[in-house]
């Protein structure tokens, strides 16, 4: 099937040739950072982890949401949602792959990266979360492959299968809660100490993720012969539509026990993300407009004419991905390390090298999905075109 | 979570055939004897043991800022530790810091300044519960029975999974080629001491101890270069010098509420002898 990626129109070479470009420039800008090592970010002693594991965090929601797909499509029968099924599959193995870059360009010594696996350690959750990324790949793959082969030739998924994608769901939740773990159990970092951290993981990702799918499937609409449906695109509105608010709400649980507690410890990263702490100031305009797109995004979305206007939709969609990307691709991870063990304040932006080694990173993302979605879409074109003519 | 190094070692000779970065475990095993001197099958007859170390600090015991230096250097110098002015790129294994900082929270708006503003040596508090162990990924940071805690910057992938978990700041990341130099030309390493191992860049490191000194029956440095204001021994040893100044005098230790257990308690006041 591969053989679909390899034949394409002029706007789709373009776009493959500038993304490996983008890939190129990332990957020069990363052997400079091997060659000097990570001084060339913004990192530092107090902000030790930075845009990389925060893209990560953000990804592995991506990657879980394709579970909001396959809920309604193979548990509750939900068959408007058959035709894109395999986009969302899709989508996740993009993100995951790009969340295990981001891991080894984070990492000081990514040579060393297989003693993860000759040292298996159990009581690390970084460890887990090795375990269940993979795991989480591998099913999509072996899924997402198989259920489309089958497709190609008009035959139901092979009944094997079916196991492996029942998995899936238990699964995609088991890596988003994992990636929570790394944070939530870390004492004292107190904006991550939190029950609910796994729970607003999902929740954020159960709207970001879909909001994205949305806008992938309306791309795809205008660009090919496949036609997701209106009826699939809005049903998964409304998924996005509560996942938000939830997501908001969840937020305001946290805001509301730091502050009304009045623990300094609690307060400190939510006030540093919100109006400054000790002068510093860097991620409130970013936290504003991420609130602001939220309450945007969540109004556009609530509001059954807006949301049913095909016009207007996307920009909501776009308002609330961006919110998400924001909340944890930025505050999320820089926040939990302000202020520092001595209640001290080092702020940290990333570096131009950094920013072009992400966007390298989200490059070999899209260039993975693009050749999928290619092969997809080619699939169900061929099927449309022969049904048509039988 | 204690570690045989000989399993170790064994594990690190698989890595070296397998190709996986071995190489440099075995370089680090050659070229200055790290991990050869904690895989001693024979220990040292000298070597200093006990169930758990830990430090007495009384910082009322060092009286001007060169006293505090003379500690910081001794453990420095002996270890290594490139000088890197940068403080975001700074290494550091032990250092002052202000009493407000060390022990956050518990400053408040009446209190004396001169008490505020007062320094205190800080380093890793080889804690019994160690956060920064339970963490990482490749038990590249683990504990003796002995209570230390190791790290092996041979083995250490820089995930830096250990400084998100440590609340003391006691870990510092090698942003920079610690064997490198500074944008003058300096070395960051200003006199290399040969008997002890020079990192790399990527990996994590933080004080282990002296345990290098314990296996030949001699002080930790710092303690050595103090002049009694820090005192070191056996915690679970209740007629070490250490535990009889806990006994006598009145001592806090940094952030106990979050159960991490530090080793290293800190002389506030009390009579002088018990
Ligand atoms: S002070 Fe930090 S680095 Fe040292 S043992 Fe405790 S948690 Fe680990
Ligand atoms: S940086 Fe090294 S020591 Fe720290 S958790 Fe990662 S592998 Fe372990």
């Not at chain 1, 002693?45 to 309604?72: C, E, H, K, N």
């Not at chain 1, 609530?302 to 016009?311: H, Q």
Request: with cysteine.
């Amino acid at each position: 099937m591969l053989e679909k990626a390899l034949t394409g129109s002029k706007r789709y070479w373009t776009w493959v040739i500038m993304l490996l470009g983008i890939i190129g420039v990332g990957f020069i800008a990363y052997m400079y950072q091997l060659q000097e090592g990570l001084g060339i970010t913004g990192l530092s002693r107090d902000v030790s982890w930075g845009f990389y594991i925060a893209q990560f965090t953000f990804l592995v929601g991506v990657a879980a949401s394709a579970v909001m797909l396959v809920i309604p499509y193979y548990l509750h029968n939900y068959k408007k949602f058959g035709k894109i099924v395999i986009l969302g599959e899709f989508l996740a193995i993009s993100a995951v792959t790009m969340c295990m870059l981001f891991i080894l360009v984070d990492m000081g010594q990514p040579m060393r990266v297989m003693n993860v696996v000759l040292h298996p350690t159990p009581n690390s959750v970084m460890f887990w979360d090795a375990v269940v990324l993979n795991g989480y790949l591998f099913i999509n793959l072996i899924v997402g492959w198989t259920t489309l082969g089958a497709e190609r030739k008009s035959l139901p998924p092979p009944n094997w299968v079916k196991p492996l994608i029942y998995l899936s769901i238990p699964w995609a939740v088991s890596i988003h809660t994992v990636t929570a773990f790394l944070y939530a159990g870390l004492p004292g970092r107190h904006l991550w100490l939190t029950a609910i951290m796994a729970a607003r993981f999902l929740a954020s990702a159960f709207a970001a993720g879909p909001a994205l799918l949305i806008l992938l499937v309306m791309f795809v609409r205008k660009t090919s012969k496949f036609d997701a449906g209106t009826e699939a695109i809005q049903s998964l509105a409304k998924i996005v539509t509560y996942a938000m608010i939830t997501n908001v709400f969840f937020f305001l649980l946290e805001v509301f026990t730091a502050m009304y507690s009045n623990i300094p410890g609690h307060m400190h990263p939510i006030k540093y993300l919100f109006v400054g702490l000790d002068g510093h100031t860097n991620l409130v305009p970013f936290m504003w407009t991420a609130t602001v797109l939220a309450f945007l995004g969540i109004g556009l979305l609530v509001n059954p004419a807006t949301r049913k206007n095909e016009s207007i939709l996307p920009f909501a969609l776009i308002a609330v991905f961006i919110s998400a990307w924001i909340d944890k691709g930025m505050g999320l991870v820089v926040g939990g390390f302000i202020p520092n063990p001595f209640e001290k304040v080092t702020e940290y932006s990333p570096t131009i090298p950094e920013l072009a080694i992400t966007l390298g990173v989200y490059a070999v993302g899209f260039l993975v999905l693009t050749v999928l979605y290619k092969v997809a879409i080619g699939v169900k074109e061929d099927n449309a075109y022969d049904t048509g003519h039988h | 979570m204690s570690m045989d190094r000989r399993r170790f070692l064994k594990i690190a000779g698989v890595s070296t055939v397998l190709g996986l970065g071995g190489a440099s475990v075995m370089n680090g095993l050659s070229r200055r004897g790290l991990e050869a001197s904690q895989a001693t099958v024979t220990p040292d007859p000298k070597g200093l043991t006990a169930k758990r170390w830990g430090f007495a600090i009384d910082v009322n015991k060092l009286g001007s800022p060169a006293d505090y230096q003379k500690c910081i250097d001794a453990c420095h110098n002996i270890h290594n530790v490139p000088s890197i002015e940068n403080p975001k790129h700074e290494v550091k294994w032990i250092w002052n810091e202000t009493y407000e900082h060390s022990f956050p929270g518990t400053e408040h708006e009446y209190m004396n300044h001169e008490f505020k503003e007062k320094n205190f040596l800080l380093l890793c508090n080889h804690c019994a519960q160690p956060a920064c162990v339970r963490v990482c990924p490749t038990q590249a940071t683990f504990k003796r029975k002995d209570g230390v805690v190791m790290q092996d910057m041979h083995r250490c992938i820089g995930c830096r999974f250990c400084m998100a978990a440590c609340p003391f700041g006691a870990r510092s990341f090698n942003y920079r080629d610690p064997r490198g130099k500074d944008a003058n030309g300096k070395p960051f390493i200003k006199v290399e001491n040969k008997t002890f191992p020079t990192r790399m860049i990527g990996v994590v490191e933080k004080c282990t101890m002296c345990y290098e000194r314990l296996a030949i029956g001699q002080q930790p440095a710092c303690a050595e270069a103090s002049n009694g204001a820090i005192v070191f021994g056996d915690l679970e040893d209740p007629n070490s010098e250490v535990r009889k100044i806990i006994n006598s005098k009145y001592t806090i230790r940094r952030k106990p509420e979050l159960g991490t257990q530090p080793s290293i308690y800190y002389v506030i006041g009390g009579s002088e002898h018990a």
